[in-house]
């Protein structure tokens, strides 16, 4: 067994006194949250990904997402008040975030960034999210993402 990464995000779950568990899989570029799901033998949907994005000003925001789903950008514009939003350029996730893509957390963040959640995803028993390393990911109760960070709740899903 991998002996977990220190990351921010780590640090801030035990911080908070969050409790999580440690998952890890072998990373493949471009693999996403099915070579996750696989590894854990997890269901995709309850692998969130974690998407920096930037609204038409360029100021950046963060998606959670069900690994299972896309994000449809017009309806997140339109519920967030802004005219579009993009995802971003993976160096100017990273410059945002202090993580490589593919290793992105919510937890932890460089900049403090507003982070927005599909809705149900916090309807879910159990999610895995990124611990902030490629091929780590942590298992945590959706309810405690508000004890970690702040949230707002989302209705952006597509259908992949």
Same mark, same amino acid.
């Given at each position: 067994?991998?002996?977990?990464?220190?990351?921010?995000?780590?640090?801030l779950?035990?911080?908070?006194?969050?409790?999580?568990?440690?998952?890890?899989?072998?990373?493949?570029?471009?693999g996403?949250?099915?070579?996750?799901?696989?590894?854990?033998?997890?269901?995709?949907?309850?692998?969130?990904?974690?998407?920096?994005?930037?609204?038409?000003a360029?100021?950046? %925001? =963060?998606?959670?997402?069900?690994? +299972?789903?896309?994000?449809?950008? !017009?309806?997140? #514009?339109?519920?967030?008040?802004?005219?579009?939003?993009?995802?971003?350029?993976?160096?100017?996730?990273?410059?945002?975030?202090?993580?490589?893509?593919?290793?992105?957390?919510?937890?932890?963040?460089?900049?403090?960034?507003?982070?927005?959640?599909?809705?149900?995803?916090?309807?879910?028993?159990?999610?895995?999210?990124?611990?902030?390393?490629?091929?780590? %990911? =942590?298992?945590?109760?959706?309810? +405690?993402?508000?004890?970690?960070? !702040?949230?707002? #709740?989302?209705?952006?899903?597509?259908?992949?």
């Open positions: 067994m991998s002996k977990a990464p220190s990351t921010p995000a780590t640090r779950l035990k911080e908070r006194n969050i409790s999580y568990s440690e998952h890890f899989y072998t990373y493949e570029d471009h996403g949250t099915a070579v996750a799901a696989r590894s854990l033998g997890a269901d995709e949907h309850a692998v969130v990904k974690t998407l920096v994005m930037e609204d038409e360029g100021r950046p %925001l =963060v998606v959670l997402m069900h690994g +299972d789903r896309d994000v449809s950008t !017009k309806t997140l #514009a339109r519920q967030i008040g802004c005219k579009t939003v993009q995802i971003c350029k993976p160096d100017v996730a990273q410059k945002h975030s202090g993580y490589l893509v593919g290793g992105t957390s919510p937890f932890g963040t460089r900049k403090v960034m507003p982070v927005f959640v599909e809705r149900t995803i916090l309807e879910l028993e159990r999610i895995y999210i990124n611990g902030g390393s490629r091929g780590f %990911l =942590v298992g945590i109760a959706p309810a +405690d993402l508000e004890k970690i960070i !702040k949230v707002t #709740a989302v209705d952006v899903a597509l259908a992949c």
